[in-house]
């Protein structure tokens, strides 16, 4: 059973501070990294998987730090983010390569054990370059396989790919837990990550924002307080009703609608067109105007 421990890790480049004092663990099972883009996420897989070095605290794997040692390497895959260079390579040429450079004693019997646990045996052949984006990402997935780690560490391993291939990787990911691995994958979707993984950290900004299981997290974020845009037929007399009912903090007559700041999200959403019908109110639009995921993220950071 492996765990990553980070403890009060910070990364800079130049005067840009990408990861600032984070302490985490990963342990078992499959944890989700979310976060906007440009929170760290990166940065941070990058440091756990042993290609950056931490400015200042530390990233270790079962206590041995992890940068700059290569004994460490053999337990780590990491699938970087960006599509692979080799597409003039075959997929089993590729992942052969890799076995190779591990210094594996039977890189063939690796590669191809690689490639079946990825199910790309009927692509195996072919040069990468012609291969979908859901096949780069599984022959990368191999790559990072091939030495067996107990530690796999995906950057953003669903960007850009389509339902089905998505759920192919998310059944591999859950099959690769399921056999004891710690699996680390990073997304700015909160859907994603609550789909696959039993624990979430949230990263914002370069800092630790949250973390807990996807119950938590999802109450954390539909518990801030939300804004809405109403139209309605007669928004003065609506605005009236809302404030009498108590439901909301706020009401504000604008010229695009009432701009209503709700207490409680889910009474707000009930209540509403209860309170609107019994004061003869027709609803024409009910709109959420902050539900992008950074006021969602900051939400979270400012608390
Ligand atoms: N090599 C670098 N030199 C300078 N700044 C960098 C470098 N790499 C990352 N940064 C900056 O560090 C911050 C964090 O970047 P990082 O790529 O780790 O975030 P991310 O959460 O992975 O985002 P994305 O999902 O967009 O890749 C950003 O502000 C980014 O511009």
Known sequence: MSELVLENVSRWYGNVVAVNGVT??????VTGLLGPNGAGKSTLIHMMGGFLAPSSGSVTLDGTPIWR????????????ERESAYDFLTGEQFILAMAKLHKLPDPRAAARRAIGLVEMDYAAGRPIGNYSKGMKQR?????????????????????????????????????????GRTILFSSHILEEVERLASHIEVIVAGRH????????????MTDRPHIFLVRSSDDRRLAAAVIADGSARSVQLTDKGLRVEAVDFQRF???????????????????????????VFSYLVAR
């Open 69 to 80: 040692n290569p004994g460490v390497y053999r337990s780590l895959g990491l699938v970087p």
């Open 209 to 220: 924002a949250a973390s807990g299981d996807f119950r938590k997290i999802r109450r954390l």
């Open 139 to 179: 022959i990368k997935m191999a790559s990072a396989l091939v030495h067996d780690p107990p530690v796999l560490l995906l950057d953003e391993p669903f960007n850009g790919m389509d339902p089905r291939q998505r759920l192919q990787l998310m059944d591999l990911i859950q099959r690769m837990a399921a056999e």
């Open 24 to 29: 985490m663990k990963v342990g078992p099972g």
């Open 269 to 295: 959403t009930w209540l509403l067109p209860q309170v609107s019908r019994d004061a003869g109110v027709r609803l024409w639009e009910v709109s959420p105007s902050d539900e992008s995921l950074e006021s």
